[in-house]
């Protein structure tokens, strides 16, 4: 059953603790993507990596960090460093390049109090 | 900074009738425009994609691109309540050719 798997669904913590969203496909794509929703908001670019071992930041990088380390795998964490971390957190998926198309995970909702 | 645009609604159609979203883009250059359908509280699905000039149908959806005009549009015909939901317009960043450029997204509710 293939697919883009994200996990938690929900995540709840206090403010200046770092947390980790995990991210996982088996759709065997090269091109992985992490997106922030905020209420009434289009999605933006946090990150995207193309292949193993390389990521490139997007248009709201500050106070996250990412890895690739499995061609599977693209983890993001939040971290203390980044103002408004409340948000929905979208994963997404494509075989290659801008002209692919892109598949979503089932998102995380994450809550800082 | 490039940008998507789409009206955010609410656009409210019977059931039965044909909704018509739109969409425009700021960069010239993108060449892949995508649509997705995105239900309160869940992630986006991807409903069509169009590289190409004029009309790409799907069942009951139809895209419409005119590179020209900078516009893309999606057409729901025979609208069903199980519609409703927001719609995405994506265009590519040809700069970044991984990036998608997102609209806010267009509010859809089908009344029956």
């Known amino acids: 059953d293939g697919g883009i798997t994200q996990s938690p669904k929900y995540l709840f913590r206090k403010e200046g603790q770092n947390v980790t969203l995990s991210c996982e496909q088996n759709?065997?794509?090269?091109?992985m993507y992490w997106y922030r929703q905020d209420p009434g908001q289009g999605l933006r670019l946090i990150y995207y990596s193309q292949i193993v071992n390389d990521f490139q930041k997007g248009d709201i990088a500050e106070g996250y960090s990412v890895s690739r380390e499995k061609k599977e795998s693209f983890p993001l964490t939040v971290t203390s460093a980044q103002k408004n971390p409340t948000a929905f957190y979208l994963c997404a998926s494509s075989l290659a390049g801008g002209l692919s198309e892109q598949y979503f995970g089932p998102g995380t909702r994450l809550t800082v109090t | 900074q490039k940008e998507v645009e789409q009206n955010s609604g609410p656009l409210s159609v019977p059931e039965g009738a044909i909704a018509s979203l739109n969409c425009t883009y700021s960069d010239r250059g993108s060449q892949s425009f995508f649509w997705y359908r995105q239900y309160s509280g869940k992630s986006p699905e991807l409903i069509m994609s169009i590289y190409s000039n004029g009309d790409k149908e799907d069942g009951r959806f139809t895209a419409q691109l005119n590179k020209a005009s900078q516009y893309v549009s999606l057409l729901i015909r025979d609208s069903q309540p199980s519609d409703s939901a927001t719609y995405l317009c994506a265009a590519a960043d040809m700069e970044y050719g991984n990036k998608l450029v997102f609209g806010a997204g267009t509010i859809l509710r089908v009344k029956s």
């Open positions: 759709l065997n794509h090269d091109a």
